[in-house]
């Protein structure tokens, strides 16, 4: 079936630096994704979306970027803090009822 | 603005007995409410999904139930308890029908032994 996955599970990466988290979909036909934060123990936090007819969304520190033409999702964290550490999911929207699919997450740890 | 709440936070039951989360919305009104679950260090699982009261949409087939028995509230049931119901049990909301955004609770840790 259709499915939201991530290439990477694990990122480390150095406070300051920036960090890229990639996601691959399959659904073409989504139009709305969603990227979230989870801290452990806790619920999934919203950081951003994107509707399908942008490439490109800058929120604070971060930006996602869509594209289409390879079904490719990636969030951009700049300047990347030890307050980042968590795992991160991105999930597309697949119709009514405003259902999402969710990757499997990529944990992201910030060496300081 | 609104909140989401859920109860209890932890909680821990033998094999073969009842269950009951629940989850409540506060500061909207008609939300869609969302059950999920997450196995450690998994993703996400949608479970039940509901767009109004007495309206429940079930995803995949299992021993758990959900109810809305008000606008605002959303509940999740079991008669009997399987050690494969352990998890991470999430509820969200979100405003619209259409691509919208989930927001989530704090979830609920259940541990069947």
């Known amino acids: 079936g259709e499915s939201v996955g991530l290439h990477l599970p694990t990122l480390s990466v150095q406070e300051g630096d920036n960090s890229i988290i990639n996601c691959a979909y399959s659904?073409?036909?989504?139009?709305?994704f969603i990227w979230y934060k989870q801290e452990s123990g806790k619920g999934p936090q919203f950081i951003i979306d994107?509707?399908?007819?942008?490439d490109k969304r800058q929120g604070q520190r971060v930006t996602v970027l869509l594209n289409k033409t390879v079904k490719h999702l990636s969030l951009q964290i700049a300047a990347t803090q030890p307050g980042d550490s968590a795992v991160y999911f991105c999930a597309e929207n697949i119709g009514y009822g405003n259902k999402l699919v969710f990757g499997a997450g990529t944990i992201l740890r910030v060496k300081s | 603005s609104q909140t989401i709440h859920q109860w209890p936070a932890t909680l821990v039951q033998p094999v073969g007995s009842p269950l009951s989360l629940e989850c409540t919305v506060e500061?909207?009104?008609?939300?869609?409410l969302y059950w999920y679950r997450q196995a450690a260090g998994r993703g996400l699982q949608l479970l039940f999904y509901s767009v109004g009261i007495g309206q429940i949409s079930s995803e995949v087939p299992q021993n758990l139930s959900a109810s809305r028995p008000q606008d605002r509230q959303f509940i999740l049931s079991s008669k009997k308890l399987l050690l494969s119901d352990s998890g991470f049990y999430l509820c969200?909301?979100?405003?619209?029908?259409?691509?919208?955004?989930?927001?989530f609770g704090p979830g609920t840790r259940l541990t069947v032994l």
């Open positions: 969200a909301w979100s405003p619209g029908l259409f691509t919208d955004t989930q927001y």
């Open positions: 659904n073409s036909a989504s139009d709305y």
């Open positions: 994107i509707r399908s007819n942008m």
């Open positions: 500061g909207t009104s008609n939300p869609n």
